[in-house]
């Protein structure tokens, strides 16, 4: 049971827009930043959002973060193919003296 | 070119200990916190713990405190994720990942290529 919850899956046609949900609590979204990555099959997770909604360079602007009291959204807008991925939050938990913590994944299907 | 590269593949048995590292370069290995992170077959990310090897400052998360040691050698900027006691439920893919800054532990920039961990009699 992860700390932070995300919808198991999502999907998406080429072109559309889809978001991917993040609820944490008190203790980690809603008093620190939220950071996204995006796990392409079979590779390293990739830093895609930190700080609740900035890009690292080289991330498309197609990708956007934002945040709210105790959750945060991942949007996707010209969904494509490549985009078919495991995409994870985490967060900062200042509970049980502090720890980082991350979403349980959400698996984006491009149809 | 900032690079962080992880040692091979390995097959322990229960019981048995190992010692998995991660070398960085191309950026200040002392100035930027490294991250483990564990991935079990077909499951998501488990944050695990952070080293600062400038000082050696170490954080574990609480489901891996006492289950693992990590630790960093800034003399040759490897840092090391360890077990005394390996158990079957340790067959994971273990990452390791450098921070964007020394502020921020949750945000990885750059990571390993990761090390597959499997345990097994």
């Known amino acids: 049971q992860s700390v932070l919850t995300q919808p198991p899956s999502a999907s998406g046609t080429p072109g559309q827009r889809v978001t991917i949900s993040c609820s944490g609590s008190?203790?980690?979204?809603?008093?620190?930043?939220v950071n996204w990555y995006q796990q392409l099959p079979g590779t390293a997770p990739k830093l895609l959002i930190y700080s609740n909604n900035q890009r690292p360079s080289g991330v498309p602007d197609r990708f956007s973060g934002s945040k709210s009291g105790t959750s945060a959204s991942l949007a996707i807008s010209g969904l494509q193919s490549e985009d078919e991925a495991d995409y994870y939050c985490a967060a900062w938990d200042d509970s049980l003296n502090g720890r980082g913590v991350f979403g349980g994944g959400t698996k984006l299907t491009v149809l | 070119e900032v690079q962080l590269v992880q040692s091979g593949a390995e097959v322990k048995k229960p019981g048995e200990s190992l010692k998995i590292s991660c070398k960085g370069s191309g950026y200040s290995f002392t100035s930027y916190w490294i991250g483990w992170v564990r991935q079990m077959p077909g499951k998501g990310l488990e944050w695990m713990g952070i080293?600062?090897?400038?000082?050696?400052?170490?954080r574990y998360s609480p489901s891996f405190q006492g289950q693992v040691t990590i630790s960093a050698d800034k003399s040759i900027s490897t840092a090391y994720l360890q077990w005394s006691s390996l158990k079957a439920s340790d067959t994971a893919m273990y990452y390791c990942?450098?921070?964007?800054?020394?502020?921020?532990?949750?945000?990885?920039?750059?990571w390993g290529q990761g090390t597959l961990v499997t345990v097994s009699s």
């Open positions: 990942a450098k921070t964007w800054d020394p502020t921020t532990v949750t945000v990885f920039d750059y």
């Open positions: 080293i600062y090897p400038g000082d050696s400052d170490t």
């Open positions: 008190s203790s980690n979204i809603g008093s620190n930043t």
